[in-house]
């Protein structure tokens, strides 16, 4: 399935947003900070895409619900989405 720019506006913002605190993570490493703050900043990047790829996965069943009712999603596959993200 497709989803169109404005459905995924606000996940490639937040997607961004974490690319450049995953830089700045990557600047504190090659600067020599603390491994403490370079792993909690790390630990909120991750916690930034996984956000995103959940957004994501929401986002495309709400899609599917809407345009095509509950039995049109595919269960399975939906879990294995979910899944992937664990």
């Not at 989803?3 to 995924?8: A, G, Q, R």
Request: glycine content about 8%.
């Amino acid at each position: 399935m497709r989803l169109e720019p404005e459905e995924t506006k606000a996940i490639i913002t937040r997607l961004k947003r974490a690319n450049g605190h995953l830089a700045s993570v990557i600047r504190m490493l090659e600067e020599g900070s603390e491994c403490e703050d370079a792993l909690t900043q790390l630990a909120a990047v991750n916690k930034a895409i996984s956000r995103g790829g959940y957004a994501l996965v929401a986002t495309g069943l709400e899609k599917c619900l809407t345009e095509g009712g509950p039995d049109t999603v595919d269960t399975k596959k939906m879990e294995k989405l979910f899944l992937a993200l664990a």
